[in-house]
């Protein structure tokens, strides 16, 4: 589908003497999608974003608290809190939405740190 407005343009190119279309950069052209399946996959690919997104900021507020509870030196809570970090970021990992080696380093390097 295409979304034209008036300050579209036409110039004409003097070497071939072919028109060219001048865009301007806040024009946003849309591909739509032309079969049921495809039409299906971009309401599912919707859904898949909104979900990624959730778990991706479950795992960076995951990690800011534990950096926060190392800052801190409170050693006791950041032990506690531990256990509940590695479960988050290892669900993150299976997911895919970090690499599994990513989620690993972090927890090794966080607990390293306590």
Do not use: C
């Not at 988050?88 to 997911?95: C, T």
């Amino acid at each position: 589908m295409f979304y034209l407005i008036e300050q579209v343009s036409f110039a004409l190119n003097a070497k071939n003497k072919k028109l060219t279309l001048i865009i301007p950069p806040y024009i946003h052209f849309e591909n739509m999608p032309n079969t049921k399946s495809a039409i299906r996959r971009v309401r599912r690919v919707k859904m898949q974003t909104q979900v990624n997104r959730i778990r991706k900021s479950k795992y960076k507020n995951a990690v800011k608290q534990m950096e926060l509870l190392i800052k801190l030196e409170d050693k006791d809570k950041a032990k506690k809190y531990f256990s509940k970090f590695q479960s988050i970021l290892m669900q993150v990992a299976k997911s895919g939405v970090v690499s599994k080696s990513t989620a690993a380093r972090k927890i090794s390097r966080i607990s390293k740190k306590i």
